[in-house]
């Protein structure tokens, strides 16, 4: 059941502390009542910053790019905060990572707001609270949200429906990664980074990376061309390159049709993940032992019971 949040939190959220934002990033985590009274009070503020998501597989070195991107914008005086979903423990559906050590080197930027969400055995590398966290961060006064994804690679379409910008990062050492990728992120990226471009072969993977978004690719001209660049997240090679580009394609959304088509989706996909997170625990408190009994009594099948108990 809803609870009414205090307003007092609210209020300071909005005019920018940093220890209530965190109380409100917690309650809203962690589905407390008052979760959908803060949410509400803060969804005024959604579509204010650009949210970018930071997607690839394990090892390219995305946590280390990111803290380079934070330190780019932090020169340019911008709020930013940083989600990093983790894979969750199945008991305690607690984080196993944490947040990253990478990025802790801006923990103490009072500019800067660091938390780490499990995904609590959602696929595509999101969160189901990823959006109520959003909007505690917008309204907080974020210039930039980072979504850094728990690394699957080629299934982390769903942040797709989450972010604005979609930053797919790959290495030198994954050519065959490279070549295998025709789908899924090949498709939601906005930008394609090389990292770890100081190594031996960079200029291959990043030619190779090239020839695959060119395959199918029509003479027409499209309104965004995704850039595919080259980093080092070691020694910040790439990095400034990486933030106009970002910048470039967050001017792109506010100028096109484009973002307003994906601000609707991303609307959609919180409402659907309200609904179904609902619907699943409320038909999940109706379930009896009596009904367990007569499952495992053969008395009815799982189908019938589901449907029977989804109706009430």
Not at 238 to 264: F, I, M, N, Q
Request: aromatic letters at 4%; hydrophobic letters at 35%; one cysteine or more.
């Amino acid at each position: 059941m809803s609870k009414r949040s205090d307003p007092r939190l609210i209020e300071r959220v909005l005019r920018g502390e940093h220890a209530a934002a965190s109380r409100a990033l917690s309650l809203v985590i962690d589905e407390a009542p008052e979760a959908d009274a803060l949410s509400k009070a803060f969804f005024p503020k959604s579509g204010s910053a650009q949210k970018i998501g930071v997607c690839g597989p394990p090892g390219a070195g995305k946590s280390s790019l990111t803290s380079r991107l934070v330190a780019h914008y932090r020169k340019q005086k911008l709020k930013i905060g940083i989600l990093a979903v983790d894979p969750s423990s199945p008991i305690s559906g607690g984080a196993f990572l944490g947040d990253r050590l990478r990025i802790q080197e801006h923990a103490m930027d009072p500019g800067v707001f660091i938390r780490s969400l499990a995904n609590r055995g959602m696929i595509g590398g999101v969160s189901y609270t990823i959006f109520g966290a959003m909007h505690v961060l917008e309204a907080w006064g974020c210039d930039k949200i980072i979504v850094e994804t728990v690394g699957t690679g080629q299934d982390e379409v769903e942040i797709g429906k989450v972010a604005d910008t979609i930053v797919y990062v790959t290495t030198p050492s994954m050519g065959d990664e490279i070549q295998a990728m025709k789908a899924g992120v090949m498709e939601i990226g906005d930008i394609f980074v090389v990292n770890k471009s100081d190594l031996h072969g960079s200029d291959k993977a990043l030619s190779d990376l090239r020839s695959a978004m060119s395959l199918g690719r029509t003479h027409e001209a499209k309104p965004w061309e995704p850039p595919v660049l080259g980093t080092s997240a070691l020694t910040g090679k790439g990095v400034d390159e990486l933030g106009k580009a970002l910048d470039d394609h967050w001017t792109h959304l506010k100028k096109s049709e484009e973002g307003r088509r994906r601000l609707r989706e991303q609307h959609k996909e919180e409402l659907s993940l309200y609904i179904s997170r609902r619907v699943y625990r409320s038909a999940l408190d109706k379930i009896s032992d009596r009904n367990l009994d007569d499952l495992v009594e053969h008395k009815i099948d799982p189908a019938s019971l589901g449907t029977k108990i989804l109706k009430k």
